[in-house]
């Protein structure tokens, strides 16, 4: 092997396993804040839990992917869930009872806040894939503050025409 091919070779293991490191689902159980930190830099949000801190790990508005990463009271990685995946919102999002907070803690900051003439209060949405599909998950939210509404929608894609006129 000369040379040049083995620097390119050791240049794009050396590459694999940044990459792989920068995953938060590869962060094992036990490992300290200041470690995760270091691998993953700095997360989108810190919320703290009854039992605990949760690193937020938000890739919205342009990706897909929420990661949250639960630390006990000493620091150590216990858990980590990547929630924007339509069954674990199916099974956890909470309308009624879920607060803006509760939100916010759970999913982080959407990728897009709207009004709708139908609604009065503001509809957070989440982009996420589902089974290779670009999907958005719309949560209605209160004036008070109060999720009433949790649906579904496949994404339009950017180049799309639809809702545009023949000239």
Do not use: K
């Not at 938000?58 to 620091?75: C, R, T």
């Not at 990685?77 to 199916?90: K, M, S």
Request: net charge neutral; aromatic share 8%; proline share 7%.
């Amino acid at each position: 092997m000369n040379i040049t091919l083995f620097r390119c070779f050791t240049l794009a293991l050396a590459l694999a396993a940044a990459g792989c490191s920068l995953m938060p689902e590869r962060v094992a159980p036990g490992t300290p804040q200041a470690e995760i930190v270091q691998r993953l830099g700095r997360p989108t949000s810190v919320h703290t839990l009854p039992t605990g801190t949760r690193l937020q790990y938000s890739l919205q508005p342009s990706g897909q992917q929420v990661y949250n990463l639960d630390l006990d009271a000493q620091g150590r990685l216990v858990r980590t869930e990547q929630v924007l995946e339509a069954g674990w919102l199916q099974r956890n999002v909470a309308p009624g009872r879920w607060t803006r907070e509760d939100v916010l803690r759970e999913l982080g900051r959407p990728a897009l806040v709207e009004r709708v003439w139908s609604f009065q209060g503001e509809v957070w949405t989440y982009r996420y894939l589902e089974a290779n599909t670009n999907r958005q998950a719309h949560l209605h939210i209160d004036p008070a503050g109060v999720l009433r509404r949790l649906s579904f929608s496949d994404e339009q894609p950017v180049d799309s025409d639809v809702g545009t006129h023949p000239s």
